[in-house]
């Protein structure tokens, strides 16, 4: 046999001698670990069935105890391993790496498999290895909605209204993982030559509880006093009122030693950068060529913020799971009554603050948020936060923002989108606006409003599916109708268009929903884009009408992009100054944001996060991370990610605290979300990056070659 790379002979060597399949199923109850690969070692019995590296000029060699990765300057290499493994049993999939180099290294990694008979979507996670650091990554493992009630569907009966159940079983777009089949790891261009070793690839972890499996009566109740998980620990768990009472002084000691930056403006703008128009208020301007906000006395301002802020109240539902809980008072108990939301639920997050800081809790906390921003580095107050006293606390105020709904009370389109044409919609948004500014419309430390959030604005075809369903009745579909009538002229024309019977237009306006109404794609985008002008028009007049020195920032764009498009993205840019939208992805690059090409607009990410599950929460979140560290590393990668774009003007993490343990509301989001922990303890490790990554922000966004 002739090889033609060093490289390809070993490959061969590696596969003739390890010719054994990885297809495993393992005992959760039994087993924490189960090694895939094995490099540190001599070469085991356990075989890949296939191996690349992305370039051809990137080396790999058996060196320091393992599998060794050599990639030049400026490359990018990749290598995988492919097999056929059931790894549903486990929370990891553990990579342990070492950095041979001087310098610190970033990595990508992707586990990935089949759905059903169809290829799945990767789970895609980001580390970083210290010059010279061993590291052994957690690679969660996350699996695919479709499977909660196949795969686990005795968790799923015992575990209703959950996005995660215990221990760490949380779904999320990827794949079935009782059918994985490739890990690939790739390092991204470097600066200098990257050499990087691999040693072990392995599950760890169950992901169902093993105490679940065996003895049902003995796991529940699962959830304790604090409304924290109760069989497990983790660094900073509380199981003590005196512990809650020591976390306030390390707290106290923690703020002391880190003030905020010294570089801020009264306001949280660049104090030592330039100055331009002071107007007394916030705005929007462009600075060499970047987008920034513009603060009341001049300063470029960038805004870092936190949603839900000062506030530790995330309502638990009890109906039905009362089971779940270790305490659970009567509602109409006189010292509990207060914990109680007026929608039944039970609120952990303020009985842990009245047992932390007293009677006095509420103010206590107010003020003591808006230190904790400071000394995070954070100046904005965003979405959904208690604004309680704000307007009030000018010694100590942080910029903020105002969030107004107006989809309730509006008949809808959609489930989730109002029907802008009925006069009732018109009228709701006057009133909720003027009665949002009436008192802050002239504080400075206001910066603007949201109105709505996540909003299902379909696409022009989809929402005409939802148009068919409605009768005369509704004013978006009369108007719909009249588009039809000026478009094809006749009900015939119409007829042959659709394949219908339609003996006159008023046989259009019954609600049909087997009518083909998106089929007529031209009519749809003609009644879309009017549509979407009158919900952005009818806000802006009354933002000018009751508030006119304050910002418009949008809608807060739903993820899913079957909710932003260049139509509805590309009007709503016309009225707003700000664009927002909602982003849970690992970074911002070129392509996230396709739906702003050709617009010289400022935007916001106006909700962001990344969760772990090793505080006790059995769900990360849309954005997941390795552990606490990994979260911090993400955030400040994130942050420059944004800082890069000269468009972008904030980011703003979702949210304050962590999401209750047994599920939130209607959602059931149960994640760790949080800054602090839902026993108000802060994340410490994840702190350390984001006040790293935010007091240095303005130097990094006038430095940075923004595009």
């Not at 054994?20 to 670990?33: C, G, H, P, Y």
């Not at 065996?214 to 109740?221: G, I, L, Y």
């Not at 009665?435 to 910066?447: C, H, L, R, T, V």
């Not at 009519?523 to 006119?548: C, G, L, Q, W």
Request: aromatic share 14%; charged share 20%; glycine share 6%.
């Amino acid at each position: 046999m002739i090889y033609r790379c060093n490289f390809c002979k070993l490959f061969t060597a590696i596969v003739m001698t390890l010719a054994i399949s990885l297809t495993a199923t393992v005992n959760a109850k039994s087993l924490q670990r189960k090694v895939l690969f094995n490099f540190s070692e001599q070469p085991s019995d356990r075989s890949f069935a296939q191996l690349g590296i992305k370039h051809s000029n990137a080396r790999l060699v058996w060196q320091n105890q393992g599998l060794t990765l050599h990639i030049r300057q400026g490359d990018t290499g990749q290598i995988s391993f492919n097999g056929q493994w059931d790894t549903h049993q486990f929370a990891y999939l553990v990579l342990e790496l070492s950095n041979n180099s001087e310098q610190r290294i970033r990595f990508d990694s992707e586990v990935d498999g089949q759905l059903n008979r169809y290829k799945g979507k990767p789970i895609k996670a980001i580390g970083w290895l210290e010059p010279l650091e061993t590291r052994k990554f957690n690679n969660l493992l996350l699996p695919h909605y479709m499977t909660r009630s196949t795969v686990y569907k005795e968790m799923n009966e015992d575990f209703p209204n959950t996005r995660g159940m215990p221990d760490s079983v949380s779904f999320t777009r990827s794949f079935d993982l009782t059918k994985t089949n490739r890990v690939a790891i790739t390092v991204t261009a470097q600066q200098t030559d990257a050499n990087i070793t691999i040693k072990k690839i392995y599950l760890l972890r169950p992901s169902v509880s093993p105490l679940y499996q065996t003895d049902k009566a003995a796991f529940f109740p699962f959830i304790d006093n604090y409304g924290q998980y109760k069989h497990a620990d983790w660094l900073g768990k509380t199981k003590s009122d005196q512990q809650l009472k020591q976390d306030v002084a390390e707290e106290r000691a923690n703020l002391d030693k880190y003030p905020g930056s010294p570089e801020w403006s009264q306001y949280g703008g660049y104090r030592q950068g330039p100055k331009l128009d002071a107007t007394g208020h916030f705005r929007v301007a462009k600075y060499k060529g970047k987008w920034w906000f513009v603060d009341p006395d001049g300063y470029l301002f960038w805004s870092s913020g936190i949603n839900s802020a000062l506030k530790l109240s995330v309502g638990t539902p009890i109906v039905g799971r009362e089971h779940f809980f270790e305490f659970m008072p009567k509602a109409n108990n006189q010292t509990y009554q207060q914990f109680f939301l007026k929608n039944g639920e039970f609120d952990f997050g303020k009985i842990n603050l009245s047992r932390k800081y007293g009677t006095d809790y509420q103010s206590q906390y107010f003020q003591l948020g808006l230190e904790r921003m400071r000394s995070w580095g954070t100046n904005t107050v965003a979405g959904f936060s208690n604004l309680n006293g704000q307007v009030m606390a000018k010694d100590n105020a942080i910029p903020y923002t105002h969030t107004i709904g107006t989809n309730w009370g509006v008949p809808g389109i959609t489930s989730k989108f109002p029907d802008v044409f009925n006069p009732r919609f018109a009228s709701a948004v006057d009133t909720r606006v003027k009665q949002a500014a009436s008192g802050i419309k002239n504080d400075p430390y206001f910066i603007g409003f949201f109105v709505d959030n996540e909003l299902y604005w379909k696409s022009p075809n989809t929402l005409a599916k939802h148009l068919a369903t409605k009768n005369g009745s509704s004013a978006a579909k009369r108007q719909y109708v009249e588009i039809l009538k000026t478009q094809y002229q006749t009900i015939d024309k119409l007829n042959t268009l659709l394949n219908s019977k339609l003996n006159n237009w008023q046989q259009v306006l019954k609600a049909n929903k087997n009518l083909p109404l998106d089929t007529l794609e031209h009519a749809n985008i003609v009644f879309y884009e009017k549509m979407t002008h009158k919900y952005f028009s009818t806000i802006r007049t009354a933002i000018d009408n009751y508030a006119p020195n304050k910002l418009y920032l949008g809608c807060r764009w739903h993820v899913n992009e079957d909710h932003r498009n260049t139509y509805n993205v590309a009007i709503g840019a016309q009225y707003l100054d700000v664009v927002s939208f909602n982003q849970y992805d690992n970074e911002l690059t070129a392509d996230t944001f396709t739906t702003l090409q050709g617009i010289d607009k400022p935007y916001i990410v106006s909700e962001f996060n990344f969760g772990a599950i090793d505080s006790g929460k059995f769900y990360p979140g849309l954005g997941h991370a390795s552990e606490q560290r990994n979260r911090g590393e993400k955030y400040q990668n994130f942050l420059h990610s944004a800082l890069n774009d000269a468009r972008n003007i904030g980011v703003h993490w979702f949210m304050w605290g962590d999401s209750t343990t047994a599920g939130r509301s209607v959602v059931g989001e149960n994640a760790n979300a949080g800054f602090v922990s839902q026993t108000d303890r802060p994340y410490y490790q994840l702190l350390d990056y984001v006040r790293k990554a935010n007091y240095a922000l303005y130097q990094y966004r006038l430095n940075s070659k923004a595009k």
